[in-house]
């Protein structure tokens, strides 16, 4: 019965660090404490309960948010919610052994499973990401320095301690680094899906007055901006005013699929710049299915836009740590996100998105600008 209540209390407190941690930067270091509640737990399941619990916390806004975005009942996205927290935490659960010796190793393996594609496809809330806000600026050193502090927690629990000290010293806001000449523009337009041709065609219009009054610049856009960028869309893109440059989101045909795109457009010509890495996996990504969207695993990490070499992020590629941490690699100079969440507007998912880009800005000492429609 103890070590029943022990278990217990350890789901309890891995669920709560998953609810509140990724509301802001400032809570985030919380999330490096999962490694010492794994090694704590007494035995291989409740191990897999502990990360299981995180996992579901952090992801809770996928029940309602797929719903909405399936037009499906609660069930489905019940369903959806827990296939991808029972397969992060199962990676946990498989890592677990009673030979203390061997889990620093085990939860190494763990972290690197839940990171990296096949697994990391859906590798929501890295812990890895808190490098960000323990140790900003410190580029990759930071996240040797994230993974070093698990790794310790595993063979000394109590250094969980060390992210509530933080907690108690740091400030509690995070200012992102400015990018002269560059805004980013978030927006509440109504979206009902790429073949809705009507309400592309408005909120092409829509950005098109808005940026009349805006100043010269790199202007960045959300998510699905455009729908389906054709030659009627670039043709109304030609009022353009002078002196701006717009990334914005759009989707072209790919034979009998698509793909989830990044068009910049300046001086009259747009050009698909960016073919989204990961789309969201079954929503958007089926590959066995006509009309999927293509994932560009590991293509096109950056993209160069006035003498920027720009890391593109388009939604659900935010959450994930191997994409961005690719664009870095290949010698990103800022950091670009936008998404298109009007399935998620009522969720935490927006906020956790932001969280995620404003972490990774901070680590690499990068500027970060966003388009969100929500």
């Known amino acids: ?29 919380m999330v490096v404490a999962l490694p010492a509640l794994w090694t704590m737990a007494r035995g291989r399941w409740a191990a897999f309960a502990v990360a299981g619990a995180y996992y579901l916390a952090v992801s809770r806004g996928l029940i309602t948010g797929t719903a909405t975005y399936f037009d499906a009942g609660i069930a489905y996205g019940t369903a959806i919610w827990l296939l991808a927290g029972v397969a992060l935490a199962a990676c946990w659960g498989i890592a677990w052994t009673d030979n203390l010796a061997q889990r620093p190793l085990r939860a190494f393996l763990a972290l690197l499973a839940t990171t990296v594609p096949p697994v990391g496809i859906v590798g929501w809330a890295s812990p890895v990401v808190a490098a960000g806000a323990l140790f900003p600026g410190w580029h990759w050193w930071g996240l040797v320095a994230v993974v070093a502090l698990m790794l310790a ?58 940026l009349d009054d805006a100043p010269a610049g790199v202007h960045v856009l959300p998510e699905s901006t455009t729908g389906p960028w054709t030659d009627t869309s670039a043709s109304l893109w030609r009022s353009l005013p002078s002196g701006h440059r717009v990334l914005m989101g759009g989707t072209v045909m790919a034979g009998d699929k698509t793909d989830n795109v990044v068009i910049d457009y300046q001086n009259g010509e747009g050009e698909v710049v960016y073919r989204q890495r990961m789309p969201v996996p079954l929503s958007m990504w089926r590959p066995w299915q006509d009309g999927s969207t293509r994932a560009h695993w590991f293509a096109n990490p950056v993209i160069e836009v006035g003498g920027q070499n720009v890391a593109p992020l388009i939604c659900y590629e935010m959450f994930l740590t191997w994409p961005v941490l690719q664009s870095v690699a290949a010698g990103a100079d800022v950091l670009v996100g936008m998404a298109n969440d009007w399935w998620a507007s009522q969720t935490s998912i927006p906020t956790i998105q932001q969280t995620h880009i404003a972490a990774w800005g901070a680590l690499f000492s990068l500027p970060v600008v966003t388009a969100i429609n929500t």
């Open 153 to 210: 927690m595993v063979w000394r629990p109590w250094l969980a301690g060390v992210p509530v000290v933080w907690l108690l010293v740091s400030p509690l806001t995070a200012t992102a680094t400015p990018l002269p000449g560059w805004q980013g523009h978030d927006s509440q337009l109504e979206y009902r899906g790429g073949a809705d041709l009507a309400g592309a065609f408005r909120r092409q219009r829509h950005w098109l007055d808005a």
């Open 1 to 29: 019965m103890r070590q029943l209540a022990w278990n217990l209390a350890l789901v309890v407190v891995s669920g709560f660090i998953g609810m509140v941690a990724w509301e802001s930067l400032a809570l985030l270091p």
